[in-house]
């Protein structure tokens, strides 16, 4: 669900609480413009009933191994994670946690380009 508002986006909070390195201050966001997209976070396995897409950066040693973000079933976005690089033919945004060291520079959420709703 939505964790936070900043300023004409609508957030959730991306976290793994076993990780020292400041990822309590990450968010992924949309626009207040466009619908919902219900997009959820688990640092806890995937969530039933939803479509998960596992974000581990295998390099990190602090339980990523069980972190996924989900999106409804119904959902037009089909992710795709990258712990090396940005893939070949899709549209992809970097996640990056500078104070992490582990290699956090070269991971990437990938998808179809212009998936989802257009409004």
Known sequence: GINAEYGGYQCTQII???DPHTWSDNYFCWEDS???PEIRWSSAGPI????????HEVADPHTWGDNYLCVP??????FQWSS???IQGK?????????????W??????AK????PMY
Not at 48 to 55: P, V
Not at 96 to 103: F, G, M, S
Not at 105 to 110: G, K, R
Request: proline share 7%; net charge negative; glycine share 8%.
């Open 16 to 18: 793994e609480i076993a």
């Open 34 to 36: 466009y619908t919902n």
């Open 48 to 55: 039933a009933g939803m479509r998960c897409t596992q974000i």
């Open 73 to 78: 079933t119904w959902s037009p976005y089909h």
């Open 84 to 86: 090396a690089g940005p």
């Open 91 to 103: 549209s992809c945004i970097q996640w990056l946690e500078t104070a992490d060291p582990n290699t």
């Open 105 to 110: 520079a070269d991971n990437y959420l990938c």
């Open 113 to 116: 380009a212009g998936s989802g």
